[in-house]
């Protein structure tokens, strides 16, 4: 099993910036890629980035390019969502996810960081 621990969320405004952590514990071996997905009230989870384990690249959709970043300290077992430029509908709570293909469950789930942004 992997274990991930989320923090670093909080309330911030138009404009600003915010870093998650995710504390990646456990049997890591089976990790393809890590992500970040985010949920608003009312809405889906959706995907805004992932790093893949296998050389590092990272991809991001349309709505957050240029403004969210991800990045992983193996030294340190972490992932990091760092968030510019951050405007009110990027309000939700943010989850940490492990992708791993060999393992029977196929991904975990952090238990979630709450960001809001105000305008």
């Known amino acids: 099993q992997v274990q991930l621990v989320e923090s670093g969320g909080g309330s911030v405004q138009a404009g600003g910036s915010l870093t998650l952590s995710c504390a990646v514990s456990?049997?890591?071996?089976?990790?393809?890629?890590m992500g970040w997905y985010r949920q608003a009230p009312g809405k889906e989870r959706e995907w805004v980035g992932s790093?893949?384990?296998?050389?590092?690249?990272?991809e991001y959709p349309r709505s957050v390019k240029d403004r969210f970043i991800v990045s992983r300290d193996d030294a340190r077992n972490t992932v990091s969502l760092q968030m510019n430029n951050l405007k009110p509908d990027d309000t939700g709570v943010y989850y940490c996810?492990?992708?791993?293909?060999?393992?029977?469950?196929?991904?975990?789930w952090g238990q979630g960081t709450q960001v809001t942004v105000s305008s």
């Open positions: 456990g049997d890591t071996f089976c990790v393809s890629s």
């Open positions: 790093v893949f384990m296998d050389g590092g690249s990272t």
């Open positions: 996810n492990a992708a791993t293909p060999c393992d029977p469950s196929g991904n975990y």
